[in-house]
């Protein structure tokens, strides 16, 4: 960090300090870098303001003229604005409710990957581990659901159990049915949209931008359409999404700590100081260690858990650091590894592993006779008298599984006709159609006078004009945090990439457009941070508030239009040909 303070003299006829040259020319090369917008963190030096303020920012509040216009007295304030900080929230998860649970049950078929998912998900919650089912069954299921005995044999799979335990809850209560296994799809997906809300309050410091973010995600097609199929991605988003709010509750209460214990000045001010700032253990972090059972059910349900654990990681730690280098720690980094790396990794780290060791209970537990589940019986039969005898078998057959699981990922180049490159997820080049009829005129919502068959399609796409308008937040938000050093945009794009940049490694793979719903969330977070930006920062003019509030209105309403226009190839709705190919707006998504 550049320090602005005068450097001492040299004396007379002396040649200048070597320091002195490396700070003329750090001084030249920030002032090149601000020529693009840069500009130092907010205390960098000494300077920026209040330290308790940066280290604990408040929240925007609405304006004293809002609240009068309303009749609301100024001593009622502080409790309205604690109620909307939830109404608000709430009010956003009751629609993405609404969209995510009406018609839940139709198409009544089983679209796209439910044939694995919602029959793994029963045998999981009826015996703990999944079975081997018929080819053939899923007309049946569909036909006569309690007819339909579930097979002795057990079954390969490629995933871990979390995400089938989560959707056979759904089928515990209301059986083997499509609203079944697709209830805890849409309850998980009307939960995120809370989540973001409430997280996007708390890392925006905003109500209203916390509220839009949510709004966004509410009205993302890819999210609504994932929330009500049964597949195991929502479920990964959901716990990721949950890991990542637990991580900035805990960033907040640290860093208050942090405050609490600094010196106050006469005038009551927080000062830094570099005992304090260096030495302070900041005790138990419970929400860290609830982070790290979020992320431990996420690599639960699919093995890309453990990759975000990697990146949330790294951010956790750099966010400890700068909170110790704004308390006034003269070496911010070597204080967080002193006192933070190792208790961030232990709470962490080995509470995801126990966690995910943990969700193979079921698989545990069976029967190793053979009985039990696939490879179950693996070290009994196979492994006897090897160098690792001295673990217990059910280690050594999970460990089996496991290698042979990842074999099978880092081999599956199969072609199939909706894998895209994740190059192309971002300007939605490739969704996937998870169903499709051709419905004959006069049947399932065709109109009788149409010349020729209609078109019902589950297509997985995203809101395109909220991913188009994501595009161009995400560049916002790269220079924000590179060039303003702005640490939200920092933890947004950490977040995105922990959902997007590990699949670039995997191009030869199969891989599918779906996947990119696990970092959905934080470009909605991005677009919400960029509509703020354009409706002005605290203290603007009323003309420049007015362009802002139209520019970030029309965006809005544009992206609430597609959504709408789109509703119908979203939930399989009938539509005439015509209508269905108008929607078609790329040939890619055919």
Known sequence: MTSTATPPPSPAGAPPAPSAGREEESSAWLRRLRGFGYAPPAGAGGAGGDLRARLVPPYARPSVRLWRSLGVPASAVGTWERVL???????????????????????????????????????????????????????????????????LDPGYVVHPPVGKWVIGLGEWMFGLTPFGWRFMTAVLGTLSVLMLCRIGRRLLRSTFLGCLAGALLAVDGLHLVMSRTALLDLVLMFFVLAAFGALLIDRDRARARLAAALPVDDEGRLRPDLRTAERLGLGLRPYRVLAGVCLGLAAGTKWNGFVVLAF??????????????????????????????????????????????????????????????????????????????????????????ETEVYKFHVGLTSGHTYESNPWSWLVLGRPVSFFYESPEPGSDGCPATEAGKCAREVLALGTPMLWWA??????????????????RAGAIACALGAGLLPWFNYQERTIFYFYAVVFVPYLCLAVAMTIGALLGPAGSTERRRMFGAIGAGVLVLLILWNFIYFWPVYTGGTLPMDSWRARMWLDTWV
């Open 470 to 487: 994501g595009c161009f937040a995400l560049l916002y938000v790269l220079w924000r945090w590179f060039f303003r050093r702005d640490w």
């Open 85 to 151: 900080a939830w109404v608000g929230p709430l009010l956003v998860a009751l629609v993405a409710g609404v969209l995510r649970f009406v018609h839940l049950g139709s198409p009544k078929a089983v679209i796209f990957d439910e044939t694995y998912y919602a029959k793994d998900a029963w045998a999981t919650v009826q015996r703990g581990y999944e079975a081997s089912w018929p080819k053939d069954i899923d007309k049946s299921i569909l036909a006569n659901p309690h007819g339909v005995a579930l097979p």
């Open 312 to 401: 949330f990681g790294v951010l956790t730690v750099l966010w400890d650091a700068a909170a110790r280098r704004t308390a006034g720690a003269g070496g911010p980094y070597a204080a967080m590894l002193r006192r933070d790396a190792v208790p961030a990794f232990l709470s962490t780290v080995p509470v995801a592993v126990v966690v995910y060791v943990a969700s193979w209970t079921g698989w545990i537990v069976s029967p190793d006779n053979g009985k039990g589940g696939y490879f179950r019986d693996w070290a009994a039969r196979h492994d006897q008298g090897s160098s690792l005898s001295f673990l217990p078998e059910w280690v050594r057959s999970l460990w089996h599984y």
